[in-house]
């Protein structure tokens, strides 16, 4: 094999083993100020404390939320998938109110989520993933 047959081979090898990257899908704009109220259903769960609520199934109005009072692993940490098992079983497709607050850097968006405490009817998520025997962690 020549020395450009070969590394064309190591480039295709390379490029067909790239696994995609997926993005939340959560497009909408974020609300910036504490106290902001906005509810919907919950459309997708990115990982053990962040989903997208929207009204519709068009994910320009989805707006990707950061559970203000749980802190799971992240995916690739122990318990991270689990953790997003979890969020799913209890809150996916589900109707949820949640409330915009400031996180413990002091501000209402953190990385493109908006932190917020939500809700299904009275009960928060972040209680009902802890009673649900979820292991908090991450950041």
């Not at 994910?59 to 203000?68: C, D, F, K, Q, Y």
């Not at 908006?114 to 009673?131: E, K, N, P, Y």
Request: hydrophobic letters at 40%; charged letters at 20%; proline letters at 6%.
């Amino acid at each position: 094999m020549s020395r450009r047959s070969l590394l064309l081979a190591g480039v295709l090898v390379f490029f067909c083993s790239v696994a995609p990257a997926f993005a939340d899908p959560c497009k909408a704009p974020l609300p910036a100020q504490p106290g902001v109220r906005f509810s919907g259903t919950v459309q997708y769960v990115g990982d053990g404390d962040g989903l997208c609520v929207g009204r519709t199934a068009d994910p320009n109005e989805w707006i990707e939320v950061r559970l203000a009072d749980f802190d799971a692993p992240e995916l690739h940490q122990p318990g991270g998938a689990a953790a997003k098992a979890a969020l799913e079983r209890i809150a996916l497709h589900r109707e949820i109110t949640c409330t915009a607050e400031r996180g413990r850097s002091g501000r209402v968006v953190s990385f493109d989520r908006v932190i917020a405490r939500c809700r299904i009817g009275t009960d928060s998520i972040g209680d009902l993933l802890r009673q649900a025997g979820v292991v908090a962690g991450g950041n």
